[in-house]
């Protein structure tokens, strides 16, 4: 398969709390406003981007298939295996004993894994394949650049 993605997996951790300041106003996009000096509430990164702690994991990817879905090469996904993949989801999936990221999607009555980079075709899901979804990715973390 050349469009697979290495892939390397982490646990999210349930019992840790992490705490951070909400402002709260709202960043402007446009034109700037001025801040408010004073915090609303605290966040807890875990509470926001983690539903089902038992279920999560982290998956560092490295590749370059789903570059037009915002996901680069070094980049972490939450990635949630109590969630139900359904049709243009991106997935983590199990395709003949190996890992890779693509979108889903479901044709009538055909499945295809469809990278996000025009220099890798669709991955037609055949019968006579061992695939598996693995999980749905929730969110996708990258540095800013």
Same mark, same amino acid.
């Given at each position: 398969?050349?469009?697979?993605?290495?892939?390397?997996?982490?646990?999210?951790?349930?019992?840790?709390?992490?705490?951070?300041?909400?402002?709260? !106003? =709202?960043?402007?996009?446009?034109?700037?406003?001025?801040?408010?000096?004073?915090?609303?509430?605290?966040?807890?990164?875990?509470?926001?981007?983690?539903? =089902?702690?038992?279920?999560?994991?982290?998956?560092?990817?490295?590749?370059? /298939?789903?570059?037009?879905?915002?996901?680069? /090469?070094?980049?972490?996904?939450?990635?949630?295996?109590?969630?139900?993949?359904?049709?243009?989801?991106?997935?983590? !999936?199990?395709?003949?004993?190996?890992?890779?990221?693509?979108?889903? =999607?479901?044709?009538?009555?055909?499945?295809?894994?469809?990278?996000?980079?025009?220099?890798?075709?669709?991955?037609?899901?055949?019968?006579?394949?061992?695939?598996?979804?693995?999980?749905?990715?929730?969110?996708?973390?990258?540095?800013?650049?």
């Amino acid at each position: 398969m050349g469009n697979k993605l290495k892939l390397e997996f982490y646990k999210a951790e349930d019992n840790s709390k992490l705490s951070l300041p909400l402002f709260s !106003a =709202h960043v402007q996009a446009g034109f700037p406003s001025p801040a408010d000096d004073y915090v609303e509430k605290k966040l807890d990164l875990n509470e926001l981007l983690i539903k =089902h702690p038992a279920a999560t994991f982290f998956v560092r990817v490295e590749g370059d /298939s789903m570059i037009d879905a915002d996901i680069k /090469s070094g980049d972490i996904l939450i990635v949630d295996r109590a969630c139900t993949p359904s049709d243009n989801k991106i997935v983590v !999936a199990v395709l003949n004993g190996e890992f890779t990221v693509k979108r889903i =999607h479901k044709k009538d009555t055909q499945l295809f894994l469809v990278p996000e980079n025009r220099n890798f075709p669709p991955i037609e899901v055949t019968a006579e394949m061992d695939f598996e979804v693995w999980g749905v990715v929730t969110y996708i973390i990258h540095k800013a650049t």
